[in-house]
């Protein structure tokens, strides 16, 4: 049955199928906030694990390569065509590189540290890389929220009372991984890539590299000595989540909800992180460090509020 023209001749307009694309829209970036506080928490937890980075590393690239390995015929055109220097931006910016800087930063700070200095300064890192590379100066409504992020994260640092030298290192590599994935966001933008093809890019490169370099011990390796019980929540965070589904949910959610909207509720993941990792992983959350996480959250919304550029959070 078709329902009947609109009086004013206008299209009419599906009162239930908008609705449902916007429940379908909050459900992914909901969905993918909690797989970008996953990643923050499992890399954080990696440092008590038996698996070493380099495990880590592989199973985030090795399970998204295989998943995507068969849709990479009908993409080999477009991947051919990507400049070599996008695909370096691509595949050093959000793969393994960066991952090391991550979880290595992770292992002496927190899980907290990990998502705010890594997705919560990331429109920082993008501000700096532009103007460097492509001389783009940034509107001043973004220097503002760039500015509150900066205080947030001075906040943060200070919160942390007394830092040990471990601890400063650790912050300065979280930071290095945000200029890491800066550099990924602004390969993603003009590349063309879909994001079956952005994550063969980011995922293939790793898949490939590691493997060698776990089995002839150039990295240490442990992964042939973990069962697959102690794995899981790896496989499940990083190589599934991280890898597969917030790939996946982000573009859904930017598709039913628009970017703007998408990326706003999507900086929530820093607080979100530096809530679960209470009850997760016993770390402790300070009322500082609650105040520092939130600058960062509202700095970080209304950056995403005025930018142009945009890319998925870690």
């Known amino acids: 049955m078709h329902s009947a023209p609109h009086p004013l001749g206008l ?60 849709f990479l015929p009908k993409r080999i055109g477009m991947l051919r065509r990507l400049p070599l220097r996008n695909w370096a931006m691509i595949g050093i910016g959000a793969g393994a590189p960066f991952f090391w800087l991550a979880a290595s930063g992770g292992v002496q700070t927190s899980a ?10 990331v429109p920082v890192s993008v501000a700096v890389l532009s103007w460097l590379m492509y001389r783009e100066r940034p509107k001043p409504s973004v220097v503002v929220a760039l500015a509150l992020i900066l205080l947030g994260v001075a906040a943060l640092i200070a919160a942390s009372g007394s830092l040990a030298a471990g601890s400063v290192a650790g912050m300065a590599m979280l930071l290095g991984a945000s200029l890491f994935w800066a550099t990924y966001t602004l390969g993603v933008r003009g590349s063309g890539l879909d994001p079956v093809g952005c994550a063969l890019v980011l995922a293939l ?31 499940l965070a990083q190589g599934v989540g991280a890898g597969l589904v917030a790939t996946l949910t982000y573009a859904i959610a930017i598709a039913r909800l628009g970017a703007a909207k998408a990326a706003t509720i999507g900086s929530l993941a820093p607080a979100l992180a530096a809530v679960m990792a209470v009850p997760l992983l016993g770390e402790a959350l300070s009322i500082g460090t609650a105040l520092a996480v939130m600058l960062i959250c509202a700095g970080v919304m209304l950056a995403n509020r005025t930018r142009a550029v945009r890319a998925p959070a870690p």
């Open 205 to 235: 490169p790793s898949a490939l590299v590691l493997p060698p370099l776990l089995a002839t011990g150039v990295l240490p390796s442990n992964l042939a000595h973990v069962s697959l019980h102690d794995a899981l929540p790896f496989i």
């Open 11 to 70: 299209p009419r307009v599906n009162f239930w199928d908008t609705h449902l694309q916007l429940i379908i829209g909050y459900a992914a970036i909901a969905v993918t906030v909690l797989v970008w506080a996953g990643f923050a928490l499992s890399t954080r937890a990696a440092a008590a694990s038996q698996l070493t980075i380099g495990d880590v590393a592989i199973i985030r690239s090795g399970i998204p390569a295989l998943v995507f390995l068969p």
């Open 112 to 121: 907290t540290h990990v998502s705010a200095l890594i997705a919560g300064t």
